[in-house]
């Protein structure tokens, strides 16, 4: 028995996959780390994408783009981390609708 190889597009599907759930993640959690790893996966079915269009142009620049796209992220978790702590102290809670309420 034979498996078909794997190609482009299951990696597309994949990241439209990861995408789709990331995206579910942002739009109806209320939980801010919910929120926060909902937006890492965004961004690395992004990645996802761009090292797989880079395999199959045989091209290194997608994979370039991909390791300023972890750099993001990082930068992204690092703040995000920032502003959940400093809501956890003021507000005992990392719910976003009690962040709403610190809308001056």
């Known amino acids: 028995m034979s498996l078909a190889p794997i190609g482009t597009g299951h990696f597309l599907v994949l990241g439209a996959i990861l995408f789709g759930i990331g995206l579910f993640g942002i739009l109806t959690r209320r939980n801010l780390i919910t929120v926060l790893m909902s937006v890492e996966l965004l961004l690395n079915s992004a990645n996802l994408n761009l090292v797989a269009f880079a395999h199959e142009r045989?091209?290194?620049?997608?994979?370039?783009?991909?390791?300023?796209?972890?750099?993001?992220?990082?930068?992204?978790?690092?703040?995000?981390?920032?502003?959940?702590?400093?809501?956890?102290?003021?507000?005992?809670?990392?719910?976003?609708?009690?962040?709403?309420?610190?809308?001056?």
């Open 58 to 104: 045989a091209d290194l620049t997608g994979q370039v783009f991909a390791v300023f796209t972890i750099a993001v992220a990082a930068g992204e978790a690092a703040v995000g981390l920032g502003i959940l702590l400093a809501l956890f102290r003021l507000r005992a809670t990392t719910e976003l609708d009690r962040a709403r309420e610190l809308e001056g």
